[in-house]
């Protein structure tokens, strides 16, 4: 089986008569930042976040998602992350983290033990502008297991994401796992050599779509605009309408953007 990560291709675009442009996409939900998200420059050296991992509910299919924080990959073909992964496959929840760097492959991080209400904090971070040399740092602060590697990675450097995404599994978008909810909290990045939250910028809203229909809910900033939760939403059945989705209850605790793919074996 072969699972890819991509951008996906934005379904519609929402009026910023209030609030943040929403942006409505296939694979991506979260929020995105940047110098300025109508002329955006090559400023962004720095995101970072923490999450706790949710549990994924059983299903009778294979289901995915991805929650993850990442630099570019907005409109253009690079993108460096770092996240979990949460899938129900054959019978059987799987959890682990992992990092990547478009277009190479996904590599799982076998170091970290990953299991649902860990902590995790994620930073990736440019080290040095002329060699475009990167580290990447995730940590499971409940276990106490932390991973960093220095990588050299020539990056857009021109947006900073928080994202739960569905990936492609053998160039199809997967189903969605319902993870319950996920909440991002201390999202950080630093654009221009300035350190800052997410509202501190300016940002857009990313919400999964599968054609009309909304797979999850994205919430409004929070009170310092540092962080923001992401709800899984039923789906209707085929007597009810998109109107009547609602989320589930929290358990234990994200035009063509681009074509790059990266593909690996799950395990």
């Not at 995404?165 to 630093?190: H, I, Q, W, Y």
Request: glycine content about 8%.
């Amino acid at each position: 089986m072969l699972v890819s990560y991509s951008v996906a291709m934005f379904l519609d675009v929402s009026s910023k008569s209030e609030g943040p442009e929403v942006l409505h996409v296939s694979q991506w939900s979260g929020y995105i930042v940047a110098s300025d998200m109508q002329n955006r420059s090559s400023a962004v050296t720095r995101v970072s976040g923490s999450w706790i991992v949710p549990e994924v509910n059983p299903s009778d299919n294979m289901t995915f998602s991805g929650i993850w924080v990442g630099v570019g990959g907005y409109g253009e073909d690079t993108l460096i992350q770092t996240g979990t992964e949460q899938e129900y496959l054959d019978g059987e929840a799987v959890y682990y983290a992992w990092y990547e760097l478009l277009p190479d492959y996904l590599v799982p991080i076998h170091s970290i033990h990953v299991q649902p209400g860990d902590t995790m904090t994620a930073s990736i971070r440019l080290v040095n502008d002329s060699t475009d040399t990167w580290s990447i740092t995730i940590w499971d602060v409940t276990r106490g297991e932390k991973f960093e590697k220095t990588v050299v990675y020539n990056s857009s450097r021109l947006s900073a994401e928080w994202v739960v995404e569905r990936p492609k599994v053998n160039d199809t978008v997967s189903a969605l796992a319902d993870f319950g909810s996920v909440t991002f909290t201390e999202c950080k990045a630093t654009v221009d050599g300035v350190i800052g939250v997410i509202g501190n910028f300016s940002y857009s809203k990313f919400v999964m779509h599968e054609e009309d229909t909304p797979l999850v809910a994205v919430s409004s900033l929070d009170g310092d605009e540092s962080g923001f939760t992401v709800t899984y939403l039923e789906q209707p059945s085929p007597t009810e309408s998109p109107d009547d989705l609602t989320p589930v209850a929290v358990r234990s605790g994200a035009f063509l953007v681009c074509a790059a793919t990266v593909v690996y074996k799950s395990r």
